[in-house]
């Protein structure tokens, strides 16, 4: 039986009163592209934010690999890329000096690194202005130099928190073949993003978490064919014939509604 | 379209935008961070209030004296000290400080006029004009003691120099900031700015040491710019209260013509800056460059021998960073200025240093720890939210603070270098027994400052920006215990300078620094492995702290 890629079992944060994530379980098989999505403040980057290592769980295991995150860090992060929230970049440096930086952190040799960072730049169409800092890039070079340091090391499995929030539609082209590359090589993608859209044509497993607990998890296809009851837990929750959306799922599973109310003023 | 008024009133817009900066001010008050901004806001105050009321005494003093000694025309002599302030400090402030962005306001519907009057109203509520219109104000009020009927013409011409001067500054303002929009040329501003400030320290020393024979030289320079002084605002409306006084009142009237002209100018000049931001140009940190050049092969990093990649990479990476911020590589020359500051002294008596050239070195060697305290003391603050890269990484946190520290070693080598250089220059070379001891010290100094820096980095940590001075703030308790472990170390270092000194026996001091500095090793060691367990447990903090936008 393959090992998960990524699982978690009882996974908790609290931050003094407050539980951000409650007891999640999360099983992200290998070769998987996974969406994790939430509305604002469902307990999202917290949980990415445990899987990478950039904060410590109140309780609960973090398996990556089949390696104990707790017990295994520097084994782990070796495995691993991560775009975080802030990107995580060195503003002061240029795009090929943190390209190759970031490269001998993870262990490349010096020429290894800085012909991996003229291939990734030429590839995220960065490569034309040698010079350039990178707290002079716009928003959407920075995040594609983020993702390029991100899988400079050829990570087994990636972290991406709002890969593309900024990014224009040529970029995220770009950015999107890329990741689908890496799925087909046999790498394990995890991502959030606000954009369903985005999640539903990468996506093959999503789950979706609502304050701090998943509220489901699975195959778009199961989602779709279940209309979430399952997991969700509501009896109510009809079985669809239609094909449902995976919007139509995210609104069902945290339980939102589309406003009904007018604003007779506008327009 | 209901409630909409039919016109927009300009009345009701600059209300508004009144009333949300004080919403602003108020709201700030909720933050302990505000309370304290507002707590020294208030100290400030209370400072400008004292300077304006003592320069305004002063100037009206001297303003006073210059009409009853027959010499009105001297007054320039004050309007250019109050012009030269007027129009210095606020660019300084804009430079050290952040400020405002009006061109926000145009997202609204404000007609150009609202935004030109905005940004003419902004600028009257500033210290300088405050601190400006009080100095005039004691200058009107000298010459009306001094000779009544003059009063009422100086008050007017003085009303109109003020105007302008508040035109000035909003017009140099407005092109100022079009300058400090991208990062590039900010920083520029900010080099020649320091290096302003640290040219007029100088000037004491070198006037001590070359004062008389450069006197004659600057009356005669003096003369051929009379013409050109006369010509300008302050030389002019001096011309206009002078010429008044000596009964010559067409010059005196023609003079105030001259500067209302300067001033309708002025007007135009920063009307052209203001409408180009008005028609929606972008004064955002906008790409500094969009020229493309061809793509060049991407060379490796350095390859330092004896170092394991991370922590070769980790230096390298700190030393490129350090060099591109033009404000640390000109903290980094301010020894060398102090030892000109302090060996320059007038010629006859000589200055500490020049009695005791001996002790240059080491001073300037301790004087070169302490400026780097900012920097030993707060080893993430640069590096933003690239924090979390490391916590991802898979290096252990006590590499990456080695590669710091790495850097910091080989900086403080750099500057030692340089400081032996110039003591040699300026005074003598250092004996070899001053800089064997002197080195041993920094041997003893420099673990203990980078092991205590090293835990109070991961306890307290501060973004900052390399790139910019002022508003550069450490955290309270790295200042105050950086202060506490200097005192110590230097302290300490002078002790055993003195005793070794005063018992005749000068090498005991190089073999206690010795043995202080085996002890300093170890506790440095300690540091290191501490750090690793203290950044994981802390790193909650780091990238809060650190991933914060300022």
């Known amino acids: 039986m393959d090992l998960a890629a990524i699982a978690t079992e009882a996974l908790t944060r609290r931050f003094g009163e407050l539980t951000a994530v409650q007891d999640v379980n999360l099983q992200v098989a290998p070769g998987q592209f996974f969406g994790f999505l939430g509305p604002n403040g469902a307990g999202k980057s917290t949980t990415i934010k445990m899987l990478t290592g950039l904060l410590a769980p109140s309780s609960g295991t973090i398996r990556i690999l089949g390696l104990d995150f707790q017990q295994h860090p520097v ?39 800085a012909r991996r960072a003229g291939e990734l730049l030429e590839f995220m169409q960065l490569a034309d202005q040698p010079k350039k800092l990178v707290t002079d890039y716009s928003h959407g070079m920075q995040k594609k130099l983020a993702l390029a340091a991100a899988v400079i090391h050829g990570p087994k499995v990636l972290f991406l928190d709002e890969p593309f929030e900024g990014v224009d539609a040529v970029a995220a082209g770009t950015l999107k073949s890329m990741l689908q590359s890496m799925i087909a090589r046999g790498a394990t993608i ?8 985005i999640v539903e044509r990468l996506c093959s497993h999503v789950a979706i978490i609502q304050r701090g607990r998943l509220v489901a998890q699975g195959s778009l296809d199961e989602l779709r064919s279940t209309g979430v009851e399952a997991q969700v837990g509501g009896e109510d929750a009809p079985t669809h014939v239609e094909k449902l959306t995976l919007e139509d799922i995210f609104l069902r599973a945290v339980g939102g509604a589309r406003a009904e109310q007018e604003l007779s003023w506008l327009g | ?176 900031e079009r300058w400090l929009a991208q990062r590039r040329t900010r920083e520029i501003f900010s080099i020649v700015f320091f290096l302003l400030m640290i040219s007029l320290q100088l000037l004491g020393p070198l006037a001590g040491r070359f004062g008389g024979a450069v006197g004659s030289n600057l009356k005669v320079v003096g003369h051929q710019l009379t013409p050109v002084q006369r010509a300008s605002p302050p030389g002019l409306a001096a011309l206009a209260i002078s010429s008044m006084a000596e009964g010559r009142p067409l010059i005196s009237v023609a003079a105030l013509g001259v500067l209302l002209a300067y001033a309708v100018l002025v007007l135009l000049i920063m009307g052209r800056r203001v409408k180009a ?88 060697a301790g004087y070169t720890l302490i400026l780097l305290t900012n920097l ?13 890269f490391y916590l991802a990484s898979p290096v252990r946190l006590r590499s990456i603070i080695l590669g710091k520290n790495l850097a910091h070693l080989t900086i403080l080598l750099g500057e030692l270098l340089v400081v032996w250089i ?114 994981l447990e802390r790193r909650e903090l780091l990238t809060a702290e650190l991933c914060r936008v300022q």
């Not at chain 2, 050049?293 to 990476?317: D, H, R």
């Not at chain 2, 960073?321 to 000109?340: D, F, H």
């Not at chain 2, 030993?376 to 979390?388: A, H, R, T």
């Open chain 1, 75 to 113: 084994e782990v992060k070796r495995q691993i890329g991560v775009v975080p929230e802030g990107m995580a970049l060195f503003g002061r440096l240029t795009g090929a000096e943190y390209l190759k930086f970031v490269g001998r952190m993870y262990g490349l040799d010096r020429e290894t690194a």
């Open chain 1, 190 to 197: 995890f991502l959030t993003s606000h954009v369903l859209e």
């Open chain 2, 1 to 176: 379209m209901a409630g909409l008024e039919a016109s927009l009133n300009p009345r009701l817009q600059l209300a508004a935008i009144a009333h949300v900066r004080l919403q602003v001010f108020l709201h700030s008050l909720k933050t302990k961070g505000g309370v304290l901004e507002f707590a020294s806001r208030i100290f400030v105050s209370g400072l400008l209030t004292f300077g304006g009321l003592a320069g305004a005494i002063g100037l009206g003093v001297g303003a006073r004296a210059f009409v009853r000694e027959g010499r009105v025309e001297w007054i320039a002599i004050l309007l250019w000290s109050v012009f030269v302030f007027w129009l210095l400090f606020p660019i300084m402030g804009s430079v050290f400080t952040e400020t405002l962005d009006l061109s926000d306001l145009l997202r609204f519907p404000l007609s150009y006029r609202s935004y030109y009057l905005v940004r003419l109203a902004y600028g009257a509520f500033d210290p300088s004009t405050l601190l400006g219109c009080c100095w005039l104000t004691g200058i009107t009020l000298g010459i009306g003691l001094a000779d009544p009927r003059l009063f009422l013409w100086a008050a007017l011409v003085l009303l109109l120099f003020a105007l302008l001067n508040i035109f000035i500054m909003q017009m140099v303002l407005a092109w100022v």
């Open chain 2, 277 to 364: 931001q008005y028609r929606g140009e972008n004064l955002s940190e906008a790409p500094a460059n969009t020229s493309t050049s061809a793509a060049i092969p991407v060379k490796p990093g350095w390859n330092l021998p004896f170092l394991s990649a991370p922590v070769g990479a980790q230096l390298e990476k700190e030393l490129r960073y350090l060099g591109r911020s033009g404000p640390m590589m000109l903290t980094l020359i301010t020894p060398v200025i102090m030892l000109a500051v302090f060996g320059l002294g007038p010629a006859r008596n000589g200055t500490f240093l020049t009695r005791s050239p001996d002790l240059s070195y080491p001073m300037g």
């Open chain 2, 376 to 388: 030993i003391y707060n080893n993430f603050g640069s590096d933003g939210s690239g924090i979390q």
């Open chain 2, 422 to 535: 110039s003591v040699s220059l300026m005074f003598h070379p250092p004996t070899l027994f001053m800089t064997v001891t002197t080195l041993a010290a920094i041997l003893f100094a420099l673990p203990v400052n980078l092991g205590m820096g090293n835990l109070l980095s991961i306890y307290a940590p501060k973004r900052v920006d390399l790139g910019t001075f002022g508003r550069q703030r450490a955290s309270q308790v790295t200042v105050l215990l950086s202060l506490v472990m200097q005192a110590l170390v230097v302290g300490c270092s002078v002790i055993t300078f003195v005793i070794a000194g005063a018992i005749g026996k000068p090498w005991l001091a190089f073999l206690v620094f010795l043995m202080l500095a085996a002890f300093a090793l170890l506790f440095y060691r300690w540091t290191l492995v501490k750090a690793e367990s203290l950044g």
